[in-house]
């Protein structure tokens, strides 16, 4: 594995407003259930100020993914550049993968009968273009990244927070940067 | 909806030709695919015609005569290339097997017994009822007209025009949403007008008074971002700490409805430190010095410190910042005008621009929405009455329609006689979802004898009607769209043909239009030819073509275009108010029985049996009862939800999850219990949506109080959705 | 929480009492007490077990139809291991019911293979469910209940089976094995909730579990009861009457039934904690 892409999430800009989950479906027209990418609100009580504080998660292409350990028929690949991807014609439905992910990310689809998951828009990138939600982000909240050291020294970038289960378990390629509060002059 | 299964399968069985039995598979492959072949993949240009601030301009990709998916037009330079979530639900919506695909009708009305009909049948009965209705009242006034935003497109007012065809008609007069604020900037600078959105890069400080733009126009975020980049501070001021205020650099939770206060507040230490912009608001304004006058013997911080709820060294810190910043601009959000004195409230917000001499400059203004792009010909509206019609005397002794308040429809429509209304005829409106006071609405639907609606979705409307006729989304019709907060105008294309058998308002006003002469020759003016793309070329006039520098209508096929105009309003100081100067002393906001200068008029207090206030504004997942529906929006956001104060639910023994009552001597609802800090204890919080089968809907508590304003510009004052009373109680 | 999932309860306790048969039909053999007659029936019952376990398994499967491809992933996945060991296991199987019909002397040495086969895939399937997702999964646990369902079943079916033709020597050693597998179950179920209980989610499992209905009556009908009738029955050097046994056989049964959907319901994940 040459390198890690990866997401780096900012909930200081990320504004709740779910758009990445719907261009990822409007990509790949996904059935009406599976949510391969899913916008979270933080809880309230994590933070020091009440406000509305978002993030997003699709699949986290993890260094030790473990719905590639455990997958009975090697659906699942993970390429030179990290990305995990699913291959849906291998597919059994056994579904031990999303009993393996911390993260519950592959969703199984009671239609097809088989696991689909984000493949962070691989073929996209192999023709240049950012991952559907990265591009449809209008705060610019959502960013493709390489996961490396220089990304993790840099100020503010956070390996999970709060209320995700811990990085360590599968070492997921996602980075985040905290919200912010400001000043509020509050009724109660 | 009970729709008898043998219809449905006879009906989708018996599918026209040229509409695709459609299914959802045709759409799962991505058109990004590697191995997907790019063969025959067409792209067309459209805009989205919503009632939204973004009015995005969109690409659809469409192969094999089946649109594959929607994507933002990158040559739009407010959306750049990016849609809403709601924009990327739109295949969901055009393919949704919930569409209505055929005329039907509906016996009785109510039941859900649906039946499909012919075109012919459709046009027929309608036709047939017009003229009984002409032949038994002696004129066509009986039948009233409802249409507001469900599509803003301007051929779309052909529905309007199929009205002015057939005769004088009751026409639902006014707008629900913003007259209040229009009024206030009517009378203080002639008409509304902001500046371009794009030019808050500009802003030095920006305020935004009860303003949501990270769910409502979230196109704006990055050029308020951009500002605040090169150091713009962000000031929010809203009772509910929305998503916006989450990102503020200072967040006032006001007391609700009472940001004039704030404003007057403010005004008081800026003229009392001699941050005022004499100059400016001497030469540019009249009437300004008596409001000095009246700030001097009326207001004083501790007052606005008391009424508004905010510590006086913040009304200190924001006065001075917003009086010393420049420029420093100030976005006056919808919400903030949903009170009894929402109008007064922006006049005081207008008049503490003017003062500090923010108007007509860019990164300035006091913005709040403009209407500068829209001078089309309305050639779709504009159909004489058949000769011989009988109308109602106006005021002015002219004959003509006879309008009723929007804002008060389901009272109006029953207060008429002489003649009394017996038809209904809604387009691009959903009263039954929208409106006040649901229950009203309902009795007075059943009270109809006749009810035609124009729509796409069995909604609530629809499901009170007698016959349904099916609209065409904006991919499978031709229109043109303009914005009313950003400066360009798109073309939209037919990038498919329409589903089944929808068509587009002014393809039923055509059909209307034969039938009914061919029953009786002339009663009815409306065109009977014309292919759409022929209906918007129709649209464009000389105007038009010079304020986007083409010379014809076909050039936005190769992308939008921005009009020419400065990037600040009013920069060139040729105000419209009847002085031509900024009026903060308006005669004619007294002659119609209101303040002339923008001074405080009292909020509404909640009564005592109903101390808690309800507000509705807007969620991300809907536009009004569009979008929150589809199967995509109902898995992000399967079900409402209420947000309590833990402090207000402790009082009534409500815990997270649970179902809470919210009622009044209106009506009630029960929805689900979110506790939350971003409220405060005294307002409640839930947004105002349809979801699929659901008959949740917050406006049957609501009451059609009138807004202070909006007559003078659109014909009926607003309605004051967010002086809402109610009480909560645990389910 | 997990969901009762009927096919793996079914492939899981059906292939773990399949191969505890085989291993006790080679307890029997060593001790040159297997007669032929038992030998054919126990290798019988055990194939149709597994043979219903095996099909149990597809209907886990969203496409069962392409269930061959499971074998492909023996790198790392403990599922392939476990088809790929049940699949030799079988195929010893046949052998074994090959034999039944043509005794030969090579039955030790078969039965011996088909064991460690079988026993190698009641391991995987337990490995399976080692993830590091599932705290209360993630340590030997699985491993020594999957074990202890084929101890205990297997032993008590082959006293069913036996019949006649097991001694009531042999019929003792048998039963007091499975007293003493049950009395180990209980044990290490006390210690292992006392363990994971630590743990957040482990703590919500044992929360679950200790409230749960469904555990007493495992408790009550896979434990007490069997545990009182065995040591009274032992104790007083009385002989069991047939149904007796076969009483023991349904509650413990049942009993381990019960435990194994527990075992699925009762899994509680690592997930995302966020308000919506």
New interface residues.
């Given amino acids: 594995m040459t390198k890690q892409l990866g997401f780096l999430h900012n909930s200081e800009k990320c504004v709740g407003c779910q758009g990445c989950e719907m261009a990822c479906k409007n990509e790949y027209q996904t059935d009406a259930t599976p949510r391969w990418r899913q916008v979270?609100?933080?809880?309230?009580e994590d933070y020091s100020l009440p406000t509305r504080m978002f993030?997003s998660?699709a699949c986290n292409h993890c260094a030790n993914p473990?719905c590639?350990?455990?997958?009975?028929?090697?659906a699942y690949t993970k390429r030179e550049d990290g990305i995990v991807v699913h291959d849906h014609d291998?597919?059994?439905?056994?579904?031990?993968c999303l009993?393996?992910?911390?993260?519950?990310r592959p969703q199984?689809n009671l239609d097809?009968?088989?696991v689909e998951k984000c493949n962070l828009c691989y073929q996209r990138i192999d023709k240049g273009e950012k991952p559907a939600c990265v591009a449809a982000c209008i705060p610019e909240a959502l960013q493709l990244v390489e996961i490396n050291d220089a990304l993790d020294q840099k100020m503010g970038v956070l390996k999970t927070i709060p209320?995700?289960?811990?990085p360590d378990?599968?070492h997921p390629a996602i980075r985040f940067i905290g919200p912010k509060q400001g000043k509020q002059i509050r009724r109660d | 909806m009970k729709l008898s299964r043998r219809q449905f399968i006879g009906g989708t069985a018996a599918a026209a030709a040229g509409a695709a039995l459609f299914n959802f598979n045709l759409l799962t492959k991505s058109v990004t695919a590697a191995d997907d072949s790019l063969e025959d993949l067409k792209t067309f240009r459209n805009v989205c015609p919503r009632n939204c601030y973004d009015t995005c301009g969109q690409i659809s990709y469409v192969q094999n005569g089946i649109l594959k998916k929607v994507e933002g037009d990158p040559k739009h330079g407010y959306t750049n290339g990016k849609l809403c979530l709601k924009g990327y639900t739109y295949t969901r919506r055009v393919y949704s097997p919930d569409r209505v695909k055929y005329p039907m009708k509906q016996t009785p009305r109510g039941s859900g017994n649906w039946t499909r009909i012919s075109w012919d049948e459709a046009m027929d009965t309608i036709a047939k009822k017009i003229l009984e209705l002409k032949s038994r009242y002696g004129s066509t006034l009986p039948i009233c007209f409802n249409k507001y935003s469900g599509n803003f497109g301007i051929v779309h007012y052909g529905a309007e025009g199929t009205m002015s065809s057939i005769g004088y008609t009751t026409r639902a007069l006014g707008t629900p949403c913003w007259p209040a604020g229009i009024d206030a900037q009517t009378y203080d600078f002639g008409t509304l007008y902001s500046n371009d959105p794009e030019d808050m890069v500009n802003a030095k400080y920006l305020i935004l008074w009860g303003q949501n733009a990270a769910w409502t126009a979230i196109h704006s975020l990055p050029f308020i971002n951009k500002a605040r980049e090169r150091g713009a501070k962000l000031v929010v001021i809203d009772p509910v700490l929305t998503s916006t205020a989450s990102k503020a650099d200072l967040y006032i939770q006001i007391n609700s409805s009472t940001d004039g206060a704030l404003a007057l507040g403010m005004a008081r230490y800026i003229l009392d430190n001699n941050w005022v912009d004499w100059d400016y608001a001497r030469n540019n304004s009249v009437g300004f010095d008596e409001w000095v006058d009246y700030l001097k013997t009326n207001i004083t911080l501790d007052w606005a410190s008391e009424k508004t709820g905010v510590p006086q060294d913040i009304i200190r810190e924001i006065a001075r910042e917003y009086a010393t910043t420049k420029p420093a601009s100030m976005w006056v959000g919808y919400g903030m005008q949903r009170h009894i004195n929402g109008g007064q409230n922006v006049r005081i917000i207008d008049a503490l621009g003017v003062m500090t001499g923010n108007v007509g400059k860019s990164g300035g203004g006091v913005n709040y929405g403009h209407l500068e792009t829209w001078g089309f010909n309305y050639n779709a509206m504009t159909n004489p009455a058949p000769k011989d019609s009988k109308g109602f005397i106006g005021p002015d002794g002219k004959e003509g329609d006879r309008n009723i308040n929007m804002n008060n429809f389901a009272h109006d429509v029953m207060a008429q006689n002489d003649p009394p209304v017996k038809m209904l005829w809604l387009a691009c409106r959903n009263p039954g979802s929208q409106d006040p006071d649901t229950n009203a609405i309902e009795k007075m639907f059943a009270a109809m004898e006749f009810v035609v609606t124009v729509d796409s979705f069995f909604n609530k409307t629809v499901q009170m009607s007698d016959i349904i006729l099916p609209a065409t989304t904006h991919f499978e019709d031709w229109d043109v769209m303009a914005s009313y907060w950003h400066y360009w105008i798109g073309i939209n294309q037919r990038a498919i043909d329409p589903m089944y058998e929808s068509k587009s308002d002014v393809e039923i006003a055509m059909l209307l239009s034969e039938k009914m002469n061919a029953l009786e020759s002339g009663s009815c003016t409306f065109p009977t030819s014309g292919t759409p793309e022929e209906w918007v070329a129709k649209e464009f006039n000389p105007g038009i073509h010079s304020l986007l520098g083409i010379s014809d209508y076909q050039e936005l096929i190769e992308g939008p275009r921005k009009a020419k105009m400065t990037p600040a309003s009013w920069a060139d100081g040729k105000f419209r108010t009847p002085s031509k100067k900024i009026e903060i002393h308006s005669n004619l906001a007294e002659k119609n029985g209101l303040p002339a200068l923008p001074v405080w008029v009292e909020d509404m207090k909640a009564p005592e049996k109903y101390p808690i206030r309800f507000f509705t504004p807007h969620p991300q997942h809907g536009l009004h009862s569009q979008f929150q529906n589809l199967d995509w929006m109902m898995t992000a956001n399967p079900e409402p939800k209420v947000e309590i104060h833990p402090v207000l639910a402790a009082k009534y023994g409500i815990s997270e999850g649970d179902k809470v009552k919210i009622y009044n001597d209106l009506g009630s609802i029960i929805i689900k219990a979110?506790l939350t800090r971003t409220t405060s204890p005294e307002v409640i919080v839930s947004y105002e949506a349809w979801y699929k089968d659901s008959n949740f809907n917050v406006n049957y508590t609501l009451k059609a109080t009138p807004s202070d304003m909006g007559k003078q510009a659109t014909g009926n004052d607003g309605v004051a959705f967010h002086d809402n009373f109610v009480m909560i109680e645990k389910a | 929480m997990g969901t009762w999932e009927w096919p793996l309860i079914v492939f899981t306790v059906l292939s773990q009492i399949s191969i505890g048969i085989i291993f006790g039909l080679l307890c029997l053999d060593r001790r040159n007490q297997l007669k032929e007659k038992l030998f054919k029936q126990g290798v019988l019952v055990s194939g149709i077990l597994l043979i219903i376990a095996l099909l149990a398994s597809l209907f886990?499967?969203?496409?069962?139809e392409?269930?061959y491809?499971?074998?492909?992933?023996l790198g790392?996945?403990?599922?392939?291991r476990e088809?790929l060991f049940f699949i030799l296991a079988f195929a010893g199987w046949l052998y074994l019911l090959w034999l039944s019909f043509h005794p030969t002397g090579k039955r030790q040495s078969s039965l011996l293979i088909t064991s460690v086969l079988g026993l190698l895939g009641i391991i995987s399937s337990a490995m399976?469910?080692v993830?590091?997702?599932?705290p209360a999964w993630n340590n030997v646990a699985p491993v020594f209940f999957f074990i202890l369902t084929a101890g205990l079943l297997g032993a008590l079916a082959l006293v069913i089976l036996g019949g006649q033709e097991l001694q009531s020597e042999q019929k003792k050693s048998l039963l007091n094995w499975s007293l003493g597998c049950i009395i180990v179950s209980i044990f290490m179920f006390v210690l292992y909730t006392s363990i994971i209980k630590l743990n957040v989610q482990g703590a919500a499992t044992v929360q679950f579990l200790l409230s749960s209905p469904l555990f007493w009556l495992r408790a009550v009908l896979g434990w007490l009861a069997p545990l009182i009738l065995l040591l009274t029955g032992l104790k007083s050097q009385k002989v069991f009457t047939a149904n007796t046994l076969y009483l023991v056989f349904a509650l413990v049964g049942i009993g381990e039934i019960l435990g194994r959907a527990l075992f699925y319901v009762s899994?509680v994940?690592?997930?995302?904690?966020?308000?919506?």
Avoid: N
Wanted: glycine share 6%; proline share 7%; aromatic share 10%.
């Fill in positions: 979270f609100q933080l809880r309230e993030f998660m473990e590639l350990r455990v997958c009975p028929v090697k291998r597919c059994i439905g056994c579904r031990l009993m393996a992910c911390p993260y519950d199984f097809k009968k088989k209320g995700l289960p811990g378990i599968t | 979110h | 886990h499967l969203g496409h069962p392409a269930a491809r499971a074998i492909t992933h790392s996945s403990w599922l392939s088809i399976i469910y993830l590091p997702r599932v899994s994940g690592i997930h995302i904690s966020a308000l919506f």
